[in-house]
């Protein structure tokens, strides 16, 4: 069965802080994605790549990088946090690149911003 | 450009009764998009419910169906009888045939009463 694993499940960081959120897929899965979730509002994409070393800008990448380091790792990487980025974090994978395949989501990360 | 709007952020029902979500779409495209049930359980990432890939079809998964329905742009939730362990968040989702993204509605809370 499709697997996504997020670390850690809860973070709690500082204003200005470094902070990594970490995804890992054993589906080998082409496509990974960093999506965010807020009260009111749907998932919004982050970042996404279709391949270790391969990077693409979603639609609200302001204040994060990301690095595909192997098919299977995906790195959200937020290296002066903000309280505006307080917020419950998502990685997915699919095959392709979404348009009528099934993606697959790991359990999610709380990340709080004091 | 590509939106869902789901009009609820929660629904509350009692077990054993009838169950609508709504949600319409709108899409920049001239082919029709595919269209998706995610559910989310507490604690849980997101998971495939149902998809629509032909215009005037129907998904159906775990006693929920949903009708793509072209004329009205709308693809609601049905379930005849909910039980009180559907009680999750259900997003409605777009996928356009041109390009490689996914959009999801703001998503809206089912809680199910005993």
């Known amino acids: ?114 | 450009g590509d939106s869902v709007t789901q009009t609820e952020g929660q629904v509350t029902v009692s077990e054993s009764k009838s169950l609508i979500i709504n949600c319409t779409y709108s899409t920049t495209s001239i082919a029709y998009p595919n269209l998706f049930w995610y559910v989310r359980y507490p604690g849980e990432g997101l998971q495939l419910l149902l998809k629509v890939i032909t215009a005037g079809q129907k998904g159906s998964s775990r006693g929920f169906e949903a009708t793509y329905n072209k004329e009205t742009t709308s693809f609601h939730l049905q379930k005849a009888s909910v039980q009180e362990s559907d009680s999750a968040v259900y997003y409605c989702a777009l996928a356009p045939n041109n390009n490689n993204r996914i959009f999801f509605g703001d998503g809206t809370q089912l809680v199910v009463k005993p």
């Open chain 1, 1 to 114: 069965e499709a697997a996504v694993t997020q670390s850690p499940r809860n973070k709690v960081t500082v204003t200005g802080g470094n902070v990594t959120l970490s995804c890992r897929q054993t589906n080998s899965h082409n496509y990974m994605y960093w999506y965010r979730q807020d009260t009111g509002h749907g998932l919004r994409l982050i970042h996404y790549s279709y391949g270790a070393g391969n990077l693409q800008i979603g639609d609200v990448p302001d204040g994060y990088k990301a690095t595909r380091t192997t098919q299977e790792d995906f790195f959200l990487l937020l290296e002066l946090a903000s309280p505006s980025q307080t917020s419950l974090y998502f990685c997915a994978s699919s095959t392709g690149t979404g348009g009528a395949e099934t993606l697959y989501f790991g359990s999610g990360t709380r990340l709080t911003v004091l």
